[in-house]
């Protein structure tokens, strides 16, 4: 039988061969791992797993190799990380079990760490959906499809909680300042600093496109007129209702920590119909900002406050040096695009054909 993975489980001491060793004489092996389970309530005996990639290999010549009878090998079911779970029994069917510590294990990799990563699919606490979404397609590829198909499912229903919780705090942080500032840089550095992964919109018409449950999110050169409608922009800012937000494909629920926004326009010019006919729905967008950020070209100036009830920044403001400012802009080698056409057309030597007609 030909088999990518597959398990080996022989009594201790029926063993007769050296399974580090001869694990490591076998280049068609990837990837292997053992223990001795010597506490259960049956004889001591080893359970070896073995990988061998993209590539297969016959049960007979492994039984060969360890000197055991062929139908001692057996087919992994399920995922490979169900299986190195079970080593140590680790798995929840084995929790009445012995369990064995992962430094018993003898591998040929990071069993630890592959350990953990294993438990990351389903935990949105400590992982977003798009880092799950990395490890699935870390996984390999007989195992992909499985662990996707599971996350999408796990994900919908996390959302689907989400969209019931009316007391989520979030940081919303404004920043303003000319094109070619640093907004957006800025922004990228502070949710770097605080160890955040983080959306950046994709397009003024459908900001939350590319959004995967980061906890970050940066609204880039985001305008009023991007919301027309304003109610829809202090739904995604509201700190007591985690609401859907409309996106192209489907609706997406924000469940990260910090929306931080970028314009070149200042807050107080924004929505100006509502100066006239609704000061109040005004003061809901204004209240929402829990940090204002000016970024200006040699400093940049933040507002811990917010904004006051006329859209402007509130509070004194702490006044940092803009390193993009005051740093000497490094000059980047040009491509010398004239020498790629010479090298794909021919040059024109002559002026007069180079007059335009009309």
Request: glycine share 4%; aromatic share 10%.
């Amino acid at each position: 039988m030909q088999l990518r993975q597959m398990e080996i489980v022989n009594d201790q001491d029926k063993m007769t061969v050296d399974i580090q060793e001869t694990c490591m004489k076998y280049k068609t092996i990837k990837q292997w791992a053992y223990i001795l389970h010597d506490k259960d309530d049956t004889r001591a005996h080893y359970h070896i797993y073995l990988n061998f990639g993209t590539s297969s290999c016959d049960t007979s010549l492994v039984a060969s190799w360890f000197n055991v009878p062929e139908n001692f090998i057996n087919k992994v079911k399920g995922r490979k990380t169900d299986m190195l779970l079970y080593l140590t029994h680790g798995n929840e069917s084995q929790k009445n079990k012995h369990q064995y510590s992962p430094s018993e294990v003898v591998a040929n990799f990071d069993f630890e760490t592959e350990i953990e990563n294993s438990k990351i699919i389903g935990d949105f606490a400590h992982y977003s959906y798009a880092q799950q979404v990395q490890y699935c397609n870390s996984l390999p590829i007989a195992e992909k499809s499985k662990a996707f198909t599971q996350l999408k499912k796990l994900w919908e229903l996390e959302c689907q909680c989400a969209s019931l919780i009316t007391d989520r705090q979030i940081e919303v942080v404004f920043i303003s300042g000319r094109g070619g500032s640093g907004k957006t840089y800025y922004a990228k550095k502070m949710l770097n600093s605080l160890g955040y992964d983080f959306c950046i919109s994709s397009s003024s018409n459908d900001p939350f496109q590319d959004y995967m449950g980061q906890n970050g999110m940066i609204l880039d050169d985001l305008r009023d007129t991007t919301y027309e409608h304003m109610e829809d922009l202090l739904k995604i800012l509201d700190n007591n209702t985690n609401s859907s937000v409309r996106s192209r494909f489907n609706n997406k629920v924000f469940n990260g920590k910090i929306i931080i926004i970028t314009s070149v326009v200042p807050l107080k010019y924004w929505y100006p119909v509502y100066r006239t006919s609704s000061h109040d729905t005004l003061s809901q967008l204004y209240r929402r900002i829990t940090c204002y950020v000016e970024v200006r070209e040699k400093e940049i100036v933040v507002y811990n406050e917010g904004a006051d009830d006329h859209g402007n920044p509130k509070g004194l403001g702490q006044v940092f040096v803009n390193e993009l400012g005051t740093a000497e802009k490094a000059k980047t080698e040009k491509m010398d695009i004239v020498s790629v056409f010479s090298n794909i057309c021919d040059r024109v030597t002559s002026i007069e054909q180079l007059k335009i007609t009309t």
